[in-house]
């Protein structure tokens, strides 16, 4: 059968199962109109699919194939979310399996969620099943019509809910009207300014009112003073200004959630709407006031025209407050706002100093003699003050007590004294160690101090930026710097990485020698040489995702690495520091590769973004792989026992 032939009955929907059996395989572009063809059995599918793995085409068009096998669509859905959304065969398989896309994770299958338009099918069970990040993806892309819109006001997913009023007017619309807004011939008016006087009203806790007096006006429910008050003390102390640190829990945010929910939770005529945005509002409050390691940016940032996350939820939970005053007595409204009032008293806003806030339990802890004359503490003249040298030496883990946030500044100076930089070598945390040595130029001599830093992290970073610790490093195992070459001038770095370099290169050739073909390594310098092979292996095939896999093989690879290094006598204390270091960089790599196995990270997380950049893991395995050749060396196997094995 010739190639045209072939093609016509690919092409011909009368083609039967039988006739469409005798063309598979032929090329390409005959599995490519088979894919599409009705008649496609599901056999013939899953052989298509299994011979054009790669081919984004093929694959493609079979999976939306309506006889395709489920396990396929399983397997491959997360690479192909879209053919599998538009498979006809779909929701008949959700029928029987209703959170069957429930199993699907991966940069894929969440930017399907981006797409214009979605089965219905998909939609409902967005719905009622999505994940949070997944109905989020999907509300934030524009042009969806707002009958779509106004079906996730049912969500589950409470910051999903309150998303829709940033996203969609008509939602903004809604809940504004739950909480009695009100505005003449509203359907005639353009979406942009219907927004805007919704804005205004939510914003209108700012007008004074004599005292008691509780109104409305155009639709407008307004706060009695003492509540207004309070509120207004609340938003200029703790949230206007930036993010007040509390060292106790409770602390104030807490407090004050927990306030605002026991009061309005009573308040059964607020619709589910009205209920779903204030849980978010209120958890956005808890999350700003414990933001862990890291500040919650997404809520905190904005520009002078712009609100952020906070101020929205703050003046919304206000908005929720006006219409709840509205409906109750003058006295329980007031009686909130003395019950505000005295938790702001039992929540002192602490001193203010810089970027970091010290609280009056930490301004206990700082000795007397580095207040000045008017009895203040200043942390911007910590360094320069001349007394400091005497506090540390008296107790040198002092400056323990600061935060990074209140050092950095300090920390990423030029000029810093001589006795801090002995302090930050021997005491300094690691977060106060990174922002001093990476965050500002330093000389070498500077640099030195911290070779012996008892952080390997921060060991291993300063090989990458300072020479002079690279040579040490290379010179502790065996490096002598060629001759010069005039005809190719070279730098020491460029020396040490082609020394280190063909040490590494070194261990294909002990590969071949020692490690047999199949099963474990008859020496300890071929099992050692096979454990680094196969981790680098794993992560340039596959990511690192089979790390973590319950077989523990990677893992204890790793590990007789690690133990093998360190036990070696003849590496230095700065060698092992870097073995160290460089172990826990393939155990990160491991992490990493779970995380992308479990779709929290892409694929491109496993380079670091840069396929043609040499990420840390790749210097890790290049440094341990120098260390082995060398290993091997001191240590020769038996070469009669690899002969007979």
Not at 58 to 68: G, T, V
Not at 100 to 122: I, Q, T
Not at 401 to 406: A, L, N
Request: with cysteine; aromatic share 10%; glycine share 6%.
């Amino acid at each position: 059968m010739d190639q045209s032939e072939a093609i016509q009955i690919a092409k011909s929907k009368k083609s039967s199962t039988s006739q469409l059996e005798k063309l598979l395989g032929i090329d390409d572009e005959i599995d490519l109109l088979l894919a599409k063809h009705p008649n496609t059995s599901t056999a013939m599918l899953n052989d298509i699919l299994k011979r054009s793995y790669s081919k984004e085409k093929i694959s493609r068009s079979a999976m939306a194939h309506p006889n395709i096998d489920v396990v396929y669509l399983l397997s491959r859905g997360d690479e192909y979310p879209w053919s599998m959304f538009r498979n006809s065969a779909l929701p008949a398989v959700m029928q029987s399996q209703k959170n069957f896309l429930g199993r699907f994770r991966g940069e894929k299958f969440e930017n399907a969620f981006e797409l214009k338009s979605l089965p219905d099918v998909v939609v409902n069970w967005l719905l009622s099943h999505g994940r949070e990040e997944f109905q989020l993806i999907f509300v934030s892309t524009p042009k969806r019509s707002p009958e779509i819109l106004a079906k996730f006001r049912e969500s589950r997913h409470p910051k999903v809910v309150a998303t829709l009023l940033d996203k969609d007017v008509n939602s903004y619309l809604a809940w504004a009207k739950d909480l009695g807004f009100d505005s003449p011939a509203i359907d005639e008016i353009a979406p942009s300014e219907i927004r805007s006087r919704i804005d205004v009203w939510v914003a209108s806790k700012n007008q004074e009112l004599p005292a008691g007096a509780v109104t409305s006006k155009e639709g407008i429910a307004l706060l009695n003073e003492a509540l207004l008050s309070a509120l207004k003390s609340i938003e200029n102390l703790y949230f206007k200004n930036g993010r007040v640190a509390f060292e106790k829990r409770p602390q104030f945010y807490d407090d004050f959630v927990h306030l605002l929910r026991d009061t309005v939770n009573a308040d059964a005529t607020f619709t589910q709407l009205v209920v779903k945005v204030m849980r978010f509002d209120l958890s956005e409050i808890e999350r700003f006031g414990h933001p862990g390691r890291k500040f919650p940016p997404d809520i905190a940032k904005s520009g002078y025209y712009v609100k952020s996350g906070l101020e929205k939820s703050f003046d919304r939970l206000v908005r929720v407050l006006a219409s709840w005053s509205g409906k109750q007595p003058v006295a329980r409204s007031i009686a909130l706002g003395d019950a505000l009032a005295k938790l702001i008293s039992d929540h002192p806003v602490p001193i203010v100093i810089e970027r970091g806030a010290i609280s009056p339990s930490l301004l206990l802890k700082i000795p007397s003699e580095l207040f000045d004359d008017a009895g203040e503490f200043h942390a911007s003249n910590l360094f320069a003050n001349p007394r400091l040298p005497a506090v540390l030496k008296r107790d040198p883990n002092f400056l323990e007590i600061f935060s990074v946030e209140q050092l950095e500044k300090a920390l990423r100076s030029r000029r810093i004294p001589e006795f801090v930089l002995d302090w930050l070598a021997s005491h300094g945390k690691k977060e106060h160690q990174t922002i001093f040595l990476f965050g500002a130029k330093r000389s070498p001599a500077t640099m030195a101090k911290f070779q012996n830093s008892r952080y390997k992290d921060v060991v291993a970073r300063l090989l990458d930026r300072d020479d002079g610790i690279y040579l040490s490093w290379a010179t502790d195992i065996g490096f002598s710097r060629p001759a010069p070459n005039d005809d190719f001038p070279t730098t020491l770095r460029w020396d040490i990485d082609d020394w280190v370099n063909t040490l590494w290169n070194h261990n294909f050739a002990l590969w071949d020698q020692l490690v047999p073909k199949q099963g474990k390594a008859p020496t300890p310098q071929g099992e050692l040489v096979r454990a680094l092979g196969r981790i680098q292996g794993e992560y340039n095939k596959n990511g690192m995702m089979n790390w973590g896999d319950g077989s523990r093989f990677y893992e204890n690879f790793t590990k007789l690495i690690h133990a093998t290094l360190k036990a070696e006598k003849s590496f230095s204390r700065l060698v092992k520091k870097i073995i160290d270091a460089d172990i826990a960089e393939i155990k990160r790599s491991g992490q990493r590769g779970l995380d992308i196995g479990a779709g929290k990270l892409s694929r491109s997380a496993v380079f670091g973004g840069n396929i043609f950049v040499q990420g840390n893991v790749e210097k890790s395995h290049e440094r341990l792989g120098a260390l082995i050749t060398l290993w091997c060396e001191r240590h020769p196997p038996d070469l009669a026992s690899c002969l007979t094995a």
